[in-house]
């Protein structure tokens, strides 16, 4: 039945088109012109789309729609338990908060704040927090910040009261909300919501496959995570956050996300490996975008190559950030670019409107571990599901597929098990009681035996144990001896220290009276030959006297 509906469906797709566009009509309303010109767009582009399809579809008559008429995954899914998961509606659009800070200061002439008084040195009109981004208009704020792809919910900026300053410093601003003597700037906090959402209407079933969803939406946070470092190291919270952002929009640019389209990209089976070189070319062109500026402290050519570590922190950082807001779009977007002839990961929207309709992608949850899986992945992942009890293969009792291994080594009843009296009898668990009571005798004579053996070692351990005394009090003996030879060595070697002691004391008494007698004989003769030079020096002075006065009476005379 599931052949020939998918024949069916094979042959009638390109001529229902026309019914498509007006049960789309009949479900949206009149409408204005624009809004028939987008349907009529729309029409065009799935009719070719649709040619290119039909040729690949055509090779395996056996390939399923994502939807069908007969409920049978339905009924499978509930006969195993899963249970419907309520729809995300907001599940293809992402919301985030641009905040900016609006820059005043105070005019002492004209009294007033304006942002014409601002000085070169201080931030521009409208800033981050820190000041180290900062732009003149509000226009070059919205055109940096909302990114490409994105656009206002909100019909203007919303406006906090304003807080006072004396000066634009890093820790200048405490919440002040009214002006002291000494403040002479203020700013205010600006904030406005932006939307990022990669469908352009909701005429056809948005739905993906939760699986595919997951596999590619960790592809993309990967691909953004090596982007963000690319960008560089930046310490500001708000650059990550501009920088995922112009990263996140230059990829839907490059994997040509942003038109919302449902249609098919490649029409190959293996629509992963596409997807994946898509996302390896647009590293390569980011890394020789930025990769220059690694020279001046700004990009790292290298990150693709980066640590593990360095990656998770990275990661981590742009998820507390709320930096991946975006990722899941685009992941979804992904999964219906990259669907494949093969892979229908996405729904084409054949049922339009009527987004219930038995649709294949309909998610559901796991009723043994929680996870959100697909109507028809709801067989494949029950089959492969950790948590749920799966039947024994020897026993039969329930257990978890993820303990099965521990249940049949350690709690299956009919484990193997030896005996423990050490008959050579491999028997179940369940059956030891029964061979315990039949093999009573054997067992006794096992025991019996076993205490024979255990006397005999016994007894060699007790003629180990004597031996062994008999060494320790050797080993005390001598101990002994030794103590005793070390006491009376200890006491030579204390006499002979008392001796050497008294020698070296006697010679140097001996030395010193030697030495002191030396020095008297020799003072003794120095005083002599002193004393004699002072008598030769008084005669000398006599005869130079009685000189004198000779001379002098001769003079007189």
Known sequence: MRTNLSRSWQKEKHTTEVDVVQRTRNAMGSGDDDDDSRVDARAEE???????????????????????????????????GFVLVPEDEGADEAHRTVTVYENERYNALSRQWSSGALLPTDRRTFSNESGKRSWRELAD???????????????SWKREAYEYAGDFGKRAFSGRETAGRFDFVRRRRITRRAKLCLIPGLSRCPRVDPAAEDAVLAKVRETLTTASLLTGD????????ANAVEALDDLLEFLHLSGGGFGFGPTDADAGTAFTADLSRFLAAYTKKYGRRG????????????STARRTERRDRLERLGAFRGARCAARAAVRRYDGSQGRGACDGRHFLDRD????????????????????????????????????????????????TIHRARDCPKRTVRCPFGCAQNITADQLAAHHDAATPGHSLL?????????????????RLVDLEKRIVQAIDFSRNAEARLAEAATSIAAVKADLQAEIRAAADSTAKATTKQHKADLAKHTTAITALQKAVRALERTVGSLNRGHDSQESR
């Not at 930046?234 to 990550?240: I, K, L, R, Y």
């Open 357 to 404: 309709a038995n649709c294949r992608l309909r998610s559901v949850a796991c009723p043994n571990c929680g996870a959100r899986v697909s109507r028809r992945g709801a067989r494949e992942h029950d089959d492969s599901c950790d948590r749920k009890k799966v039947p024994c293969k020897a026993c039969g009792s329930p257990c978890e597929r993820r303990l099965t």
């Open 447 to 463: 025991l019996l035996q076993r205490a024979n053996d255990a006397n005999e070692r016994l007894k060699e351990h007790d003629d």
């Open 234 to 241: 930046d310490v500001e919270d708000d650059a990550f956050v």
């Open 295 to 306: 020279l001046f402290g700004g990009a790292d050519a290298s990150a693709t190559t980066s």
């Open 141 to 155: 704020v919205e055109a940096e910040l909302a990114g490409v792809h994105w656009t206002w919910v909100e019909p």
């Open 46 to 80: 799935q009719q070719t789309a649709g040619g290119a399809r039909r040729t690949a579809t055509e090779k395996d008559s056996d390939i399923q729609p994502p939807w069908e008429e007969e409920s049978e995954d339905e009924e499978e899914s509930a006969a195993l």
